[in-house]
């Protein structure tokens, strides 16, 4: 790059150079030197070319007025200063600006390769500090995973014991339910064969209290139907004497037919009361065939009840082995799961580092590799460059020394023609 600009730059610096010796300067040392050869030959030869000395003359003067103009022009535009020594001033900005440029290209060079690494030196800082918090986060997450577990499985028991003693109770209750209620069927069971019994005895005391009230009554009618017979008999007695056998008759056949009457419905009362007594009978029995059948029941139902309960309670414990057994298995097979997962995490963890690792020494190689491609190329561009630089510094210093040759030529000539237009004129 700074060999291009250099070579630009100088393309531009002898541009105006080259047109400056083309238009003026180059020529006036021409023309000082063809004269100075003409006057030589003229003195020599000043016989054969006496009818050329006016021409050469006129020419003379001619290139006296332009080399006259033009040192006019020179004055004008560069003032007192010199063309060599406005060369060497422009060419010593010329190596300012570009030892500037120059400079500024390498603070930048350097405050990029700065840069570089101190974004390189961040990046593995911020490596490091993603890895020390990522194995912290594990650490974390895992202390929090197996807190978690531990709780779990505390909450777990705790369930457990509670519905255990729930379930304790819940049978107690049961058990006092049970009780209560075979004591109140036992007392329902009293209180109604007490009932029925008080209902019996009351039935009874009434039935043999009508009877009595119905021999009674019966004795009474039966007595009340004698005296009234009597009265009738005595009042027909009194009144008419030749009916007394009638009468007899009649009351001895109303007798029979009462006696009859009484004795069918004593036969009936107690065709009844033996019927009842049958139906009382039977219904004891069966009520006690009942109350046994119940009571057989029962205790039959209470005995499977407590041969379920207790193979429920056998069937329990036998769940409570199993699912104590299953639990532990799964915690141990959650366990070797959590064991083979940290494992894994940890290789992946060690492989990923040696990966960065293996990635950041191979960045640092391909950066030395390019630092010192870098290196060379500069190294082999500054001694381009300092080469260039050395050709064009001789390259100036002989073409200033080439010109001070020829300015001193043309001063001399320049006196010489001055002289020899005096001496002419």
């Known amino acids: 790059m700074f060999s291009s600009k250099s070579l630009k730059m100088h393309e531009i610096q002898q541009l105006p150079r080259r047109q400056l010796h083309a238009t003026g300067q180059s ?19 000043q016989v054969r070319y006496t009818w050329h000395q006016g021409r050469r003359l006129k020419e003379f003067q001619i290139r006296y007025l332009a080399r006259k103009f033009f040192y006019l022009w020179a004055k004008k535009t560069f003032g007192q200063v010199l063309p060599s020594k406005a060369r060497c001033f422009y060419d010593q900005k010329i190596l300012q600006k570009t030892f ?6 390498w603070t930048v060079c350097r405050e990029r390769k700065l840069s570089l690494r101190a974004d390189s030196h961040y990046r593995h800082l911020l490596h490091n500090l993603i890895f020390k918090a990522w194995k912290a986060y594990v650490c974390q ?22 519905t255990w003693q729930c379930w304790l109770v819940y049978v107690d209750i049961q058990r006092t339910k ?14 109604c064969l007490r009932i029925s019994w008080a209902v019996w005895r009351r039935r009874h005391y009434q ?42 008759r009649a009351v001895t056949h109303h007798r029979h037919w009462e006696l009859k009457r009484c004795v069918e419905a004593w036969l009936g009362y107690l065709n009844l009361h033996r019927a009842k007594k049958l139906q009382n009978e039977l219904a004891q029995e069966h009520h006690r065939s009942r109350i046994f059948r119940q009571c057989f029941s029962d205790w039959r139902l209470s005995w499977e009840c407590r041969r ?5 309670g056998k069937d329990i414990e036998k769940l409570a082995a199993r699912i104590a057994l299953w639990r532990v298995f799964a915690h141990w097979k959650h366990y070797v799961v959590l064991c083979v997962e940290e494992t894994r995490q940890c290789e992946l963890a060690e492989k990923h580092y040696k990966h960065h690792l293996l990635k950041l020494g191979f960045k640092g190689l391909w ?24 050709l064009q510094k001789f390259w100036n210093r002989w073409k200033s ?23 002419g004129q």
């Not at 020394?401 to 001496?423: D, F, I, N, R």
């Open 27 to 45: 020529i006036a040392p021409q023309s000082a030197r063809h004269q100075f050869q003409d006057r030589g030959h003229d003195n020599v030869d």
């Open 100 to 105: 500037g440029e120059w400079k500024e290209w």
């Open 141 to 162: 997450q895992q202390g929090k995973r197996n807190k978690y577990f531990v709780a779990e499985s505390h909450a777990k028991k705790h369930k457990l014991l509670r």
């Open 178 to 191: 049970h009780a209560m209620q075979s004591v109140a069927l036992a007392f329902r069971e009293r209180s």
């Open 207 to 248: 039935n043999c209290t009508g009877h009595k009230m119905n021999i009674l009554a019966l004795q009474h009618w039966a007595q009340s139907l004698q005296f009234r017979a009597w009265l009738q008999w005595r009042e027909l007695y009194l009144y008419s004497q030749n009916d007394k056998q009638k009468e007899t």
């Open 308 to 312: 379920r309960m207790h193979a429920h």
């Open 367 to 390: 950066q030395n590799v390019m630092n010192t491609r870098l290196q060379q190329m500069r190294k082999n561009l500054s001694y381009r460059q300092h080469q260039v630089t050395v």
């Open 401 to 423: 020394c080439l010109e001070e040759k020829e300015e001193e030529q043309q001063q001399a000539l320049t006196s010489v023609a001055h002289a020899h237009y005096s001496g």
